[in-house]
T-cell receptor, first 114, second 115 residues
Framework: DGGITQSPKYLFRKEGQNVTLSCEQN?????MYWYRQDPGQGLRLIYY???????QKGDIAEGYSVSREKKESFPLTVTSAQKNPTAFYLC?????????????FGAGTRLSVL | AQKITQTQPGMFVQEKEAVTLDCTYD???????LFWYKQPSSGEMIFLIY??????QNATEGRYSLNFQKARKSANLVISASQLGDSAMYFC????????????FGSGTKLNVKP
């Protein structure tokens, strides 16, 4: 089945620790995205990547880092500089066809601080 | 600046009835796309429907239709014949054509379908 796989589903971070969230897609989509969702709120863009080896900061990139070494993979690292990392993280991918750019999402990773 | 407003934090609808979820947006871009997503309690965001700003007709996808009023900058989602499985959070989003990788999301509406 084609889709977007995020792992792990639940993740716990200790103080001062970096953690990495995985996102893999087999849809052959060019662009990939990371969003953060806080309780009762909409999604906020952390980073996005349109092609391999290129990525841009979104609205809340501070304390996060990404890499895009392969088309199908876009891991997100939550660094110790992110002081309030507890949130739900969603990865998405998209391909632009006929003027439309529809994003499709993974099932998310819920990150909590110990 | 782009802004999406969903004024209904929560809505109730009786099973088999229709419901309208409101969405207004603010943009100075002449060309843009409008989207609705469903987020069940499991967390995954499910794409429902798309409307382009230059589309002449309102978009429809099965039981979902988008009531697009460009002059009012509104893009309301209509769900016909509600089902219990429609209970979820619903998010409206907008993406400008000149920066199509940027999506702006509203704060969502929680829909509860009553049996």
């Amino acid at each position: 089945d084609g889709g977007i796989t995020q792992s792990p589903k639940y993740l716990f971070r200790k103080e001062g620790q970096n953690v990495t969230l995985s996102c893999e897609q087999n849809l052959n989509h060019d662009a990939m995205y990371w969003y953060r969702q806080d309780p009762g709120q909409g999604l906020r863009l952390i980073y996005y990547s349109q092609i391999v080896n290129d990525f841009q900061k979104g609205d809340i990139a501070e304390g996060y880092s990404v890499s895009r070494e392969k088309k199908e993979s876009f891991p997100l690292t939550v660094t110790s500089a992110q002081k309030n990392p507890t949130a739900f993280y969603l990865c998405a991918s998209s391909i632009r066809t006929g003027g439309k750019n529809i994003q499709y999402f993974g099932a998310g990773t819920r990150l909590s601080v110990l | 600046a782009q802004k999406i407003t969903q004024t209904q934090p929560g809505m109730f609808v009786q099973e088999k009835e229709a419901v309208t979820l409101d969405c207004t947006y603010d943009t100075s871009d002449p060309s843009y796309g409008l989207f609705w997503y469903k987020q069940p309690s499991s967390g995954e965001m499910i794409f429902l429907i798309y409307q382009g700003s230059y589309d002449q007709q309102n978009a429809t996808e099965g039981r979902y239709s988008l009531n697009f009023q460009k002059a009012r900058k509104s893009a309301n989602l209509v769900i016909s014949a509600s089902q219990l499985g429609d209970s979820a959070m619903y998010f409206c989003a907008m993406s400008p054509a000149n920066n199509f990788n940027k999506f702006y999301f509203g704060s969502g509406t929680k829909l509860n379908v009553k049996p």
